[in-house]
T-cell receptor, first 112, second 113 residues
Framework: RKEVEQDPGPFNVPEGATVAFNCTYSNSASQSFFWYRQDCRKEPKLLMSVYSSGNEDGRFTAQLNRASQYISLLIRDSKLSDSATYLCVVSETTSGTYKYIFGTGTRLKVLA | GAGVSQSPRYKVAKRGQDVALRCDPI?????LFWYQQALGQGPEFLTYFQNEAQLDKSGLPSDRFFAERPEGSVSTLKIQRTQQEDSAVYLCASSRTGPYGYTFGSGTRLTVV
């Protein structure tokens, strides 16, 4: 079982739709949580950090449930430019290393 | 520099050949990470440096993989006797310290034929 699990998709949604991605992680000692966005043949880029209280950045809302070890990302009013792979990331500390563990990624395609 | 720079962008190697991939982190970034990303997968951790010290190499898949950062800035990932399963994008990331502010380079796409 992978440490960070995501539905690989693809999710094909029409413009303007609301779409939600989920992610589960296995290490209860994980400390920090993020969503990264990766465009085709590009490097991952930080989309947002995820906090237990939930946080919002424009059309994007991220939520963390530590008890269930579950992270979510909600995208409202989808744009064509949101088409990308969304990577769920947890950060673990081992011997002083802050190591990022990535999920497989969820592919989103927003259709005109 | 302004970002993390990796070279070469693309590398085609014949099976059995040795390759060296270079990463120039952001100036002043203490932490440097190497990741391997196979097609359709998320990045997988390979190794981590804090300055010149390699603190974690648990993700290196075999003893054919070797990384160094001798002066605490530029890092090189070397793969000896490349195999087809080594074909992947190799990503380098750096951060000032701690778990925040990871910046990735554009990666080196290695194809072993």
């Amino acid at each position: 079982r992978k440490e960070v699990e995501q539905d690989p998709g693809p999710f094909n949604v029409p413009e303007g739709a609301t779409v939600a991605f989920n992610c589960t992680y296995s290490n209860s000692a994980s400390q920090s949580f993020f969503w990264y966005r990766q465009d085709c043949r590009k490097e991952p880029k930080l989309l947002m950090s995820v906090y237990s209280s939930g946080n919002e950045d424009g059309r994007f809302t991220a939520q963390l449930n530590r008890a269930s070890q579950y992270i979510s990302l909600l995208i409202r009013d989808s744009k064509l430019s949101d088409s990308a792979t969304y990577l769920c990331v947890v950060s673990e500390t081992t011997s002083g290393t802050y190591k990022y563990i990535f999920g497989t990624g969820t592919r989103l395609k927003v259709l005109a | 520099g302004a970002g993390v720079s990796q070279s070469p962008r693309y590398k085609v190697a014949k099976r059995g050949q040795d390759v060296a991939l270079r990463c120039d982190p952001i100036s002043g970034h203490v932490s440097l990470f190497w990741y391997q990303q196979a097609l359709g997968q998320g990045p997988e951790f390979l190794t981590y440096f804090q300055n010149e010290a390699q603190l974690d190499k648990s993700g290196l898949p075999s003893d054919r993989f070797f990384a160094e950062r001798p002066e605490g800035s530029v890092s090189t990932l070397k793969i000896q006797r490349t195999q087809q399963e080594d074909s992947a994008v190799y990503l380098c990331a750096s951060s000032r310290t701690g778990p925040y502010g990871y910046t990735f380079g554009s990666g080196t796409r290695l194809t072993v034929v």
